[in-house]
């Protein structure tokens, strides 16, 4: 397969905005109820708010395409770490997501590759990331990268309080 990875522009951000809603919705509307899913969606990962995080200047943007079609995205971002990352320079990879039908096809490997070059060219030591506690899928994609947990922290979906691992890599 032809997987190219490139830097999204702001011309991206309504494409990024509907793939980002797309994504998470097939991710976790199995596991979750359509209440909590429903809130989400429609208060906290709203079409207006994914638009303007495209282009926002704490925000890297990647898309991954397959035959010139998105199937995949990654959010980078810089702003506060966690405590436990002893002020080392770091950055988080906020979201990686591929489109349902290209899981396993190698989009994610594609995206990491690309997140951890950015990280290097950026002068950053640390990656790390926040992955729900029961997305055994991604956490055992995360420990082949190299990630290691390091902390844990709360995530509210809806009104469902739940818990994420985060995960480090040392650059």
Known sequence: MSITVRYATAEDAEMIADLSRRTFYDTFAGANTQEDMDKFMNEQ?????????VGAPENIFIVAEYLDEPVGYARMREGDPPGDL???????????????????KGIGNALMKKCIEIAFETGKRVVWLGVWEKNE??????????FEKFGEHDFVLGSDVQRDWLMKKML
Not at 45 to 53: A, D, I, N, P, S
Not at 86 to 104: C, F, H, K, N, T
């Open 45 to 53: 990962f709203t079409r207006q708010r994914l638009v303007q995080e």
């Open 137 to 146: 899928r991604a956490i055992q994609f995360y420990i082949k990268w190299g």
């Open 86 to 104: 002893d002020g080392l320079p770091s950055i988080e990879i906020a979201r990686i997501y591929s489109v349902q039908s290209m899981i396993g």
